[in-house]
């Protein structure tokens, strides 16, 4: 056999060997699991939350009232690649997808902020990948997520200290007791206020649903107008209730 057949048997020798060990190996395989230029896709995000609450398969995160919602998870590379993270809203009903990138760091974590403006249905899937220079990775998350946009019931006010009924009664600094309570079983706290500003005063309430008492004292004569206002754990408030007496002198 002369020289030139000797090396064109070699050749075709070696194809197959390769060929055998690629069939063998299979697509499966880590060296077949790269990319045509060697690289290896990002891992899937881990630690996805949504408000700081876990999203994760099988569990649901609710949220409420809000300007936006803070969503973060950790990316990672075998490469070190700096990438893209990927989050996914998918209306449960609709189908319509939501998508935000946001840039991430090998082993950080990486953060979006979703507007409650650009998810306006109620029941949403969420999941979160990672892209890098060549290849999107696998999907992590799958959480379901619950928007309430349903304020409160407005409470009503009681007192047999400074009834709503004309008066003069008491006088001022005189406390008296006032029961403020919504009809609606989500209701966590109270706000109420002499100064029609929501927020100047909390009242949380242990039970939800449940009525609070709470004892102020008017702090000055003549009519005084009480704003009270129901909250519930996702930040919804309810329509305001104003409670008129008349205090005396």
Same mark, same amino acid.
């Given at each position: 056999?002369?020289?030139?057949?000797?090396?064109?048997?070699?050749?075709?020798? /070696?194809?197959?060997? $390769?060929?055998?060990?690629? +069939?063998? =190996?299979?697509?499966?395989? *880590?060296?077949?699991?790269?990319?045509? #230029?060697?690289?290896?896709?990002?891992?899937?995000?881990?630690?996805?939350?949504?408000?700081?609450?876990?999203?994760?398969?099988?569990?649901?995160?609710?949220?409420?009232?809000?300007?936006?919602?803070?969503?973060?998870?950790?990316?990672?590379?075998?490469?070190?690649?700096?990438?893209?993270?990927?989050?996914?809203?998918?209306?449960?009903?609709?189908?319509?997808?939501?998508?935000?990138?946001?840039?991430?760091?090998?082993?950080?974590?990486?953060?979006?902020?979703?507007?409650?403006?650009?998810?306006?249905?109620?029941?949403?899937?969420?999941?979160?990948?990672?892209?890098?220079?060549? /290849?999107?990775?696998? $999907?992590?998350?799958?959480? +379901?997520? =619950?928007?309430?946009?349903? *304020?409160?019931?407005?409470?009503?006010? #009681?007192?047999?200290?400074?009834?709503?009924?004309?008066?003069?009664?008491?006088?001022?600094?005189?406390?008296?007791?006032?029961?403020?309570?919504?009809?609606?079983?989500?209701?966590?706290?109270?706000?109420?206020?002499?100064?029609?500003?929501?927020?100047?005063?909390?009242?949380?309430?242990?039970?939800?649903?449940?009525?609070?008492?709470?004892?102020?004292?008017?702090?000055?004569?003549?009519?005084?107008?009480?704003?009270?206002?129901?909250?519930?754990?996702?930040?919804?408030?309810?329509?305001?209730?104003?409670?008129?007496?008349?205090?005396?002198?």
């Amino acid at each position: 056999m002369n020289l030139s057949l000797k090396r064109n048997r070699a050749l075709f020798l /070696s194809a197959a060997v $390769a060929a055998t060990m690629a +069939t063998s =190996l299979g697509a499966s395989s *880590p060296l077949y699991a790269q990319s045509a #230029t060697g690289n290896t896709p990002p891992n899937a995000p881990e630690s996805l939350t949504i408000d700081g609450q876990p999203c994760g398969p099988d569990t649901t995160v609710k949220v409420g009232a809000a300007v936006s919602w803070t969503v973060t998870a950790t990316l990672s590379d075998d490469d070190g690649d700096n990438m893209d993270g990927i989050l996914t809203w998918t209306d449960t009903y609709s189908g319509t997808e939501q998508s935000w990138n946001t840039a991430g760091v090998d082993g950080l974590r990486a953060t979006w902020s979703v507007r409650s403006s650009s998810v306006p249905g109620d029941s949403y899937q969420v999941t979160a990948a990672a892209s890098d220079r060549d /290849s999107t990775g696998p $999907a992590s998350g799958g959480c +379901t997520v =619950l928007i309430d946009r349903t *304020p409160p019931e407005q409470p009503t006010v #009681t007192s047999t200290d400074y009834p709503d009924e004309g008066g003069p009664y008491g006088s001022p600094g005189e406390p008296g007791q006032f029961t403020l309570r919504s009809g609606s079983g989500d209701t966590a706290g109270y706000y109420w206020s002499f100064q029609d500003a929501v927020g100047d005063n909390d009242v949380p309430i242990s039970t939800l649903g449940s009525a609070a008492t709470v004892t102020l004292a008017p702090p000055n004569s003549g009519p005084i107008t009480l704003s009270v206002w129901a909250y519930d754990d996702h930040g919804n408030i309810s329509g305001k209730t104003t409670y008129r007496i008349f205090v005396g002198f």
